[in-house]
């Protein structure tokens, strides 16, 4: 149990579609994250939130829109992918704010597998 | 920006000892951590070296030097159950973290 769930877990939809991803950490932390993670290439990350203000759009296409209505909750809201979009997307949460030491550790949720026929 | 290099795979037998190089290129380094993963699981948090030298933690261990800009993560009496990617990842003086390509380490018996 890493106190991170993600819903759904597969999601399959069209290009023309609109659908959501969920994320819910249990941790108390005060920072989100999407991650990307396509096969044989690095994370990528998307988009950070931290108490509840985005302060990271890693260059993300505008057809992904993340919403973080509180600290505990993180959306991202999916319309007209495309296929190269078909990945493992991949929540996490940590401590996060300013003037912190140490790794920060990261908590990831088991993730969404997308697939945009 | 920052670029991380390491392995894609390495392969070793039970009971066997694997090092695994990360050399990473940053703009402001503040620490170097390891994930794992599973296939089909979520990456998870193994180690940390915000200083240079060794840290262990049970039957693996972390190195860093900073002044090399590398740092390994050594896996000891390796199990079955190590069979998993192995991420490292740069943390930047302003809190970004970013990894690597991961290696996939396969055991075998």
């Known amino acids: 149990e890493t106190g991170v769930t993600q819903t759904p877990r597969h999601l399959v939809m069209g290009m023309t579609n609109k659908k959501s991803l969920k994320c819910e950490q249990h941790?108390?932390?005060?920072?989100m994250y999407w991650y990307k993670q396509s096969a044989k290439k690095p994370l990528e990350l998307m988009f950070v939130y931290n108490f509840k203000e985005q302060t990271e759009n890693n260059s993300v296409p505008s057809r992904f829109s993340p919403e973080c209505p509180n600290s505990s909750h993180l959306f991202l809201h999916l319309h007209t992918l495309q296929p190269e979009d078909s990945a493992l997307y991949l929540c996490?949460?940590?401590?996060?704010?300013?003037?912190?030491?140490?790794?920060?550790?990261?908590?990831f949720g088991p993730g969404t597998r997308l697939t945009v026929l | 920006g920052q670029s991380l290099e390491q392995p894609s795979e390495v392969t070793a037998v039970e009971g066997a000892i694997v090092q695994i190089n990360c050399t990473y290129q940053?703009?402001?380094?503040?620490?170097l951590s390891w994930y794992q993963q599973h296939d089909g699981g979520a990456p998870t948090f193994l180690s940390y070296n915000g200083l240079d030298g060794l840290e262990e933690t049970g039957r693996f261990s972390s190195f860093l030097s900073r002044s090399d800009s590398y740092g390994y993560l050594l896996l000891q009496e390796l199990q079955m159950k190590d069979s998993a990617s192995y991420f490292c990842?740069?943390?930047?003086?302003?809190?970004?973290?970013?990894f690597g390509a991961g290696t996939q380490v396969v055991v075998t018996p």
């Open positions: 941790l108390g932390h005060n920072a």
């Open positions: 990842a740069v943390r930047d003086s302003w809190g970004k973290l970013q």
């Open positions: 940053t703009s402001g380094f503040y620490g």
């Open positions: 996490a949460s940590s401590q996060g704010g300013a003037g912190l030491t140490g790794p920060d550790t990261q908590y």
